[in-house]
Nanobody, 127 residues
Framework: QVQLVESGGGLVHTGNSLRLSCATSGLTFSPLAMGWFRQTPGKEREYVAAINRDGGTTHYADFVKGRFTISKDNAKNTLTLQMNSLKPEDTAAYYC????????????????????WGQGTQVTVSS
């Protein structure tokens, strides 16, 4: 059974940091291209960041560039999202996503590209 489990969410004040992690099971980790998305009630799921299977290529939504960093450790089977300089508008449920990638350089920023999803972890940023 494939499982993605996010952790690290919480309540922080504006300007503070959080580090989200995503652990996988039931999948071989190294061939996975992965991403982070977020969603607030009543809105569609929104792309945040993506990384290729080797961890060497990353891509970010414009609204997180320079503040968030996505990383993938194939030795530890862990995906992380370091979030700095958090703003109230970053408040959302954050989801990790994964898909098998046969191209080492590819990353994916459409939710429909991903086959596997976690249950989400809530991030709340107070002003």
């Amino acid at each position: 059974q494939v499982q993605l489990v996010e952790s690290g969410g919480g309540l922080v004040h504006t300007g503070n940091s959080l580090r989200l992690s995503c652990a996988t099971s039931g999948l071989t980790f190294s061939p996975l291209a992965m991403g982070w998305f977020r969603q607030t009630p009543g809105k569609e799921r929104e792309y945040v960041a993506a990384i290729n299977r080797d961890g060497g290529t990353t891509h970010y939504a414009d609204f997180v560039k320079g503040r968030f960093t996505i990383s993938k450790d194939n030795a530890k089977n862990t995906l992380t999202l370091q979030m700095n300089s958090l703003k109230p508008e970053d408040t959302a449920a954050y989801y990790c996503a994964a898909r098998l990638s046969f191209s080492s350089g590819s990353f994916y920023y459409h939710s429909s590209d991903y086959a596997y999803w976690g249950q989400g972890t809530q991030v709340t940023v107070s002003s």
